[in-house]
C-alpha cells in the first residue's frame, strides 16, 4: 500500500516567486497620506511657533530704562582715549577695527572730565565675527572688579565673582566656586562669520545685573555691588575678542 | 510483523482493498503543526524586539526625566542640549512604542503591509517650506527667541531631508519589504546605533589618543572634540584624520546595518536588505544631524543646510553594507558573493572615510584649500565654501542610489528563475506559511 508522502502536491504551499510586485504604487496607501498630513501640519506649525519664539521668552528683549543717559557710543578703536591702553593694561590695543583684547587682558573704561556713572549702567558692546580673530572669539564683560560675565564662541556663558578662575593652591576653599550661573544660550551666534553682541545691565535700585546676548535676556544675578561700577571690557584665558563698537548708558551721571 | 492483529486461526489480517487511499477523507485526530524553518528564530527576535520596546521607553523617559530637570535649572534656552536630548529621547521613545507594537503584532502572526511614504517630492516640497522659511526667520531676527519653540523647526530641517531620501528609497523599492521591518530599522538606526556608535568612538579616541602619548607626540588641549578644535600641527591632523577617516567610518558602517544582520536570514531580497539598510542609515543621520544642527545655537539653519544631504552619505552607506552582509550571510550560490559581499562593507566604509576625511582639505594649501576656507552667502546668511564639495559628493552619492535602487528594482521585477540574485530566505518547506515577498508576518 501505498502511504502518501505528507508533502503531496496538494498540500504544498505555493512557492515563493522570485519576482515581487513592481515597487510602490503611484498613490501612497492611506497610511502615506496620513505621514503626508502630518508632517505638513507639523511643518507649519513649527515654522508659526519660529515666527512667534522671541515673543515667547519670559524676560522681554534688552531695552534702554527709561531716562537713562547715553555716556558713550563709538568705535574704541576710533576713541582710544576713554579706554586703558597698552601701556597700562596688558593685552590692550587698538586695530582699525576697534578694541582687540588678548588672552587673560582687561580695558577699562575711563570716562575722563571726573564723570562717575551712577544709579545703574548699561555696557552694550558689538563683537566683530569671530573669524577676525586667531583664537576663540571670549568676550567679557567685568562690572565693579566684581561680577564677571564671559560667553564663548560656541555660546557658553559663565557668571562669576572676582574671577572665573577655580581655585587653586594648597589653602583652596574648592566649596567657595566663583562660578555663579553658567549655560548656554540659543541667542548666541556660534558661526564664525556671523558677529554678536553682549550687554550687561546693571540696576542699582533692584540691586540685579541681567546679561543678554544679541538683545536677547540670557540670565541674571543678584549683584550688590558699588552704585558707581567701574566697567571693564576682557576675554578668556585662552581667548580673545575684538570689541567693534560700544555703547553705554547710565542712570544718571555726575 | 510484531503487534500486527491475527485471526484465532492464526492468519493475519489481509488488509483492507480500499478503492481509495484512505488520506483523502478527513482525519479527526488532532494534526501537530510543525513550525516552518526560521519561525522560532522569528518569535525569539520578535520578543527581543518587544523587550527591548519597553527598555526603550524606559530609557527615553529617564532621558526626559533629566531635560526636565535640566530645563528647570536654566538650560532650557540652549538649542544644543535640546536638540540632543530629543535626538536621545524621541528615538527610544517612539522606536520602543513601535518595537512593542510590531513585536506583539508578529508573535501574533499578523501581517504588515509594503512600507507607504508620501511621495519623495512631497517630502521635499516640505523640506524647501522649512529651509525657506528659517533661512528668512534668520534674517528677521537678530536672535531666534525661546530655544523650546524654534526647537521643531530646528528637528524638522534635521528629519525632512533625511525622510525625503527615504522617500525616494521606498518609492524604488517599497515593495520588497513590509512596514514593520522598514520601522524598526528605522529605529534601530536611530537608538541602538548611535549609542553604541558613541561609546566605541569614544573608547577609540582615548586608545589612539593613548597611542599618541606612547609615541612622545603631544596633542593640542581639546582636540579630542574635533568639531570645534582646529588641528595646530601635524599630529593633531593625524590624530583627526585617524577618527574622521578610520574609526568613525568603521564604527558607523559597521552599526547601522547592524539590525538588518540580526534578521539577515529573514530578509528575502537584496532589495530589501539595501532598502532596511538605508532605513537604518537614516535614522542614524536624523540623530547625528540634529545633534550638530543645536550646536549653531542662533546660525542652526547654517547647519542644517550645510548637512542636507548627510542622510545621503548614510543611507546609502548603510544599505550597501547591508546588501553586503546580506550576499555574505544568504548568497549561497551567487556569482561572485564574497566579492559583492565585502564589496558592499567595503564601499560603506571608504565612501565614509573620503567624505569626512574631505573636512581637512582646507588645511590643503592651494585652490582646494582656498575653496574649502571660502564663504559663501544665501542673503547675509554665511555657508562654508566646503560645502560645494560636499554638494558634489551627495550628487554622486545619488547617483549611487539611483543607480542602484534601478539596478535592485529590476531584480526585483524579473520573472521568477531569472533574478541574478538568490530570493533571500531559506525556501520554504512542507507544512510552512506561505509568506509573499511583499508583506507577510515578516
Known sequence: MMTPSMTSPAAMPPTVPDSAPPAQPAHPSRFGLFFGIVASALTLAAIVLAVFAPQLTSTPKLQVPAGWQQVYSANPGDTTGVWNDATTYRGCSFPSRGLLIDSEGACEFQPGNGVTLNGGVLIDAKLAPAAEVPASEDAGILLDNSILFIITQQGDYEICRDSCDAPSGDNANFAASPVVATGSTVAWHADAFVPNEIAALYNADQETVAFYANGQFVDQINADISSSPTVVLTTSSSGEALFTHVTIYAASVS | MPGQPVYAQGQPYPGYAYPQPYWAYAYPAAVVKRRPPGEIYALVVAWIVFSFGILSIVGGLLLLLVVVVAAANGSGDNLDILTTFAGFTLGPILGGILAIVYGISRVMKRTSPPPSLPSALTMLALTIIAFGAAVVLWHFYTSPGLAFAVLPLALLSGFLPALTILAFGVQRLGAATTRRHLWLSLFFGATMAPLFALIFEGIASVLIALGFTIARQNLSPGISDITTTAPRDAADVLFMLLILSVVAPLVEEGLKPLGVVIIARRVRSPAEAFLLGLAAGIGFDMVETIGYIGMGQADWISIAIQRIGAGLLHGVGAAMAALGWYYLINGKGVPRRWLKGFGGLAYAVLQHGIFNGSNLLGLVPGPVGDLMNKTLYVGRLP????????????????????????????????????????????????????????????
Open chain 2, 383 to 442: 555657508l562654508d565654501g566646503g560645502m560645494i564639495l560636499f554638494l558634489f559628493y551627495y550628487a554622486v552619492i545619488l547617483g549611487v542610489l539611483i543607480y542602484m535602487t534601478g539596478r535592485l528594482r529590476r531584480d526585483l521585477n524579473k520573472p521568477a528563475g531569472t533574478a541574478t540574485v538568490p530570493s533571500g530566505a531559506a525556501p520554504l518547506t512542507a507544512g510552512s506559511v506561505p509568506q509573499p515577498v511583499a508583506g507577510g508576518a515578516r
